[in-house]
């Protein structure tokens, strides 16, 4: 494997199940590892979507919905496309050789109508009152996770050399 991130998982696995036996259990323990990898990292993009959203257009849970006349929902994405739209407009209209708009959208002249423009986020940096604690908890989740990797490392060098001995 060329993907230390993978190789790392794979060693896990190794260390928790034991050295394979036979070419297929190898083959199963490498398809688990990359298996692992692109569920993390697929996570990973689901959650930073999502913060993303809640940071810059509000809790999705609060956008608004279309519902037809009986309560039926018709459109769940109305209000959140306006503002996710809203994060990237550059305030000018960059869609000017659309073929087939509707005229709704166009003024005498054939040209768009009005000018959209969006919100600028202010960088204000405001110090978390918890910053102190905040940086302990990362500091020592960081050694704890170097000293877990540096202990992995000798328990399979041990377990090598023994099963070295052996042979």
């Not at 696995?13 to 036996?21: D, E, F, R, T």
């Not at 503002?83 to 054939?110: A, H, I, Q, W």
């Not at 996770?145 to 202990?151: H, I, M, S």
Request: glycine share 6%; hydrophobic share 35%; no cysteine.
């Amino acid at each position: 494997m060329n993907n230390q991130a993978i190789d790392i998982i794979y060693k896990s696995i190794v260390l928790k199940n034991g050295q394979p036996k036979d070419g297929i259990a190898t083959q199963r323990y490498k398809s688990l590892a990359v298996m692992i990898y692109l569920n993390d990292i697929s996570n990973k993009s689901i959650m930073s979507g999502q913060e993303v959203e809640r940071v810059f257009s509000g809790n999705p849970a609060f956008y608004k919905w279309n519902y037809d006349d009986n309560g039926n929902l018709i459109d769940r994405t109305v209000d959140e496309l306006k503002r996710l739209g809203g994060l990237v407009s550059t305030g000018n209209n960059n869609f000017t050789e659309l073929k087939d708009v509707p005229s709704k959208y166009l003024d005498e002249n054939g040209n768009f109508k009005g000018t959209y423009v969006a919100a600028e986020v202010d960088n204000e940096l405001i110090e978390s009152p918890q910053i102190e604690d905040i940086e302990e908890q990362m500091t020592y989740g960081e050694i704890s996770v170097a000293t877990y990797l540096q202990e992995e490392e000798k328990a399979i060098n041990e377990y090598r050399d023994r099963r070295d001995a052996l042979l």
